[in-house]
């Protein structure tokens, strides 16, 4: 291989590392994929009927937004990723997938107005889950569905919360609008 091929991978590589670096920074967690058992568990939440969108908040590489839109194909699927890395794999995922009903946006979920949602499924961190509980209470309406991955809405009770099979017993929570009003 020659050195400026190497220089070339080394820079880009640098240049991802930093990237996903300054998005952890400026996000407070760095992006983590949901484990095959929590999106198999997630996925048994959202009820099968149903036409609303489903936001998917801080998507990170996609791993769950595809299976999500896959299952529900009735349903557009939103999903939000502040981390220019992490969202360009997953936009580069999804046009791969060939799923018609998925859109991956890059942006901050907190601006988005998540009014119309059916469902959110998050897996955020406990203070992102603390400021997004306000945004929650103030835009969600009707029978709109929680779904947290490991981190609780602080102050809410879950309808249900599954703990995984797992080397953590990770939990999963489902919440639904009579849980928290």
Not at 16 to 32: D, E, F, K, N, Q
Not at 113 to 136: F, H, I, N
């Amino acid at each position: 291989m020659s050195l400026v091929w190497q220089g070339s991978i080394g820079a880009l590589s640098l240049l991802v590392m930093l990237s996903i670096v300054i998005g952890a920074v400026r996000t407070g967690i760095s992006p983590m994929p949901s484990s095959r058992a929590a999106i198999k568990q997630l996925l048994a939440f959202v009820p099968d009927e149903g036409s609303g969108p489903i936001f998917e908040l801080g998507s990170g590489w996609g791993t769950l937004a595809i299976p999500l839109a896959r299952a529900h194909p009735q349903r557009l699927v939103i999903c939000y990723e502040l981390s220019t890395i992490p969202w360009l794999v997953s936009l580069l995922r999804a046009r791969l997938s060939g799923v018609a009903n998925l859109e991956i946006r890059r942006g901050d979920f907190f601006e988005a107005d998540l009014s119309e949602a059916e469902a959110v499924v998050c897996y955020l961190y406990p203070g992102g889950m603390t400021r997004l509980k306000q945004k929650l209470e103030q835009e969600l309406s009707g029978e709109a569905m929680v779904l947290s991955n490991t981190f609780a809405v602080p102050g809410w009770k879950p309808h249900q919360r599954v703990k995984l099979d797992d080397l953590y017993r990770t939990p999963v929570y489902c919440y639904t609008r009579s849980d928290h009003q």
